[in-house]
């Protein structure tokens, strides 16, 4: 990598990568939420995940590079701790769904960081529709993650506390 066209390339094989991971764990949580409303809106948010890998592959596709991915680590870690506090842990009803939604925030917020840093720069290299489109998928997430912050904080914890 030379060149900042080289970054934005490679950030979006990492962002790929790091939400074909996601979706995975995703899907696992929201057959083990017992919240309806929970398990509902991961199911929607996989959904979402899947949008994203298409427009991160178009997005390289438009910029000349390999459509390909390139392994995300940082994702990987994260995966690996969803499953560990969540999906294999002995929790269940509501304490469950807390750690689900903890863990869901950790990815969702990994995934702020990706997108904004790759908006910044498409920005940069003035690829405008990109950047419009990385922003589109950034609501996107930014209202997944405070549907969860409003679920936790308005019924999930209260009746894991109890």
Known sequence: MTTLKDLYIEELQDLWSANDQMSGVVSSMADKASDSKLADRLNTAKDGI?????????????????????????????????????????MSGAALDVAIIAQYQRLCHYGIAGFGTTKAFAEALELDDAATKLDGALDKIYGSDDFMTDLAERSRNLEAKA
């Not at 390999?66 to 999906?87: D, F, N, T, W």
């Open 50 to 90: 899947g949008k994203h890998i298409d427009l991160l592959k178009s997005l390289l596709e438009d910029a000349g590079a390999e459509v390909q991915k390139e392994h995300c680590k940082g994702m990987e870690g994260l995966v690996s701790e969803a499953r560990k506090h969540a999906l294999d842990s002995d």
